[in-house]
């Protein structure tokens, strides 16, 4: 099943490559996605700085972003702003915010206090939900593995395909039992999808050979592997030395590259780098 949808999504890569005459069939739609943790808006130098963050995210150039460690009135770290509405409204573009934490305010009659992960899209969003994985709480550290969400999955109408893309932010620690468990988690929900065009997106915290990760590469394609696009380290974003944000995709989506930005913005507007990938789905 995995190697019939890796040849169409072959097919498609060439269609696109050699232009509407290759193929009687409508052509392909080609859109940049990129994953971005952008550590709450805060950059390398300790400042939070959210004009900073949105032009990050539009110097990628991508249609359809995913966010990790997103604020939404969270607390004095990003002046208790809606760091996802403000950076749509700068940039332009739908959003969609994911929860992990969603807490009483300080005082009454405020916002909630938010933090989790995020889409931005330049398409309309027809479809989002909020996806539990296990997870251990930052938050209270005498509570054991649950079910906590914040994993973020959008349907975009992208040129009159229907794509699904998934932000997600996988569990930090060097212990990798956490991550395993997200890992066989996240398949079942990109399962609950198959044969759509799926774009799993997001900060795995751990390297790509990781023995927790097996399991994601038998159904997903790596994008900077797939591009050949070089070592794709992200962290620490002022001289990155881990790949540890990623862009893998379904059969059904070609990649046509990938890039790590290395311009001066990206290694100082977050502690990570961004990761873009240029990829064509069916029409």
Request: glycine share 8%.
């Amino acid at each position: 099943m995995k190697r019939i949808a890796t040849v169409a999504a072959a097919t498609l890569l060439t269609a696109a490559l050699a232009g509407p005459e290759a193929s009687a069939a409508p052509p392909p739609v080609a859109l940049t996605v990129a994953s971005y943790n952008i550590h709450a808006g805060i950059g390398t130098d300790g400042n939070f700085d959210l004009d900073r963050t949105a032009t990050a995210i539009a110097a990628t150039g991508a249609d359809v972003v995913a966010l990790q460690e997103v604020d939404r009135h969270w607390g004095d770290r990003s002046e208790y702003r809606s760091v996802v509405d403000e950076l749509a409204r700068k940039l332009h573009m739908h959003a969609r915010f994911a929860p992990i934490y969603s807490f009483e305010p300080p005082d009454r009659g405020q916002p909630r206090r938010e933090y989790g992960t995020a889409v931005l899209s330049r398409f309309p969003i027809a479809e989002f939900t909020n996806h539990d994985l296990t997870r251990l709480s930052t938050q209270d550290p005498d509570a054991g593995p649950q079910p906590m969400p914040g994993f973020a999955e959008v349907v975009v109408r992208a040129r009159g395909s229907l794509v699904h893309v998934y932000s997600t932010h996988l569990d930090y620690r060097g212990d990798p039992s956490i991550r395993e468990r997200q890992v066989a988690e996240t398949l079942d929900v990109l399962a609950a999808d198959e044969g759509a065009p799926r774009v799993l997106l997001g900060d795995f915290n751990t390297a790509p050979d990781a023995a927790e990760l097996d399991p994601l590469w038998t159904e997903l394609d790596d994008g900077f592997a797939e591009a050949g696009a070089g070592d794709g380290f992200t962290y620490p974003a002022e001289s990155p030395e881990k790949r540890i944000d990623y862009a893998a995709v379904s059969g059904e989506v070609g990649v046509r590259g990938a890039r790590v930005p290395a311009t001066d913005l990206a290694a100082t507007a977050s502690d990570h780098r961004p990761v873009v990938a240029d990829v064509v789905v069916a029409r």
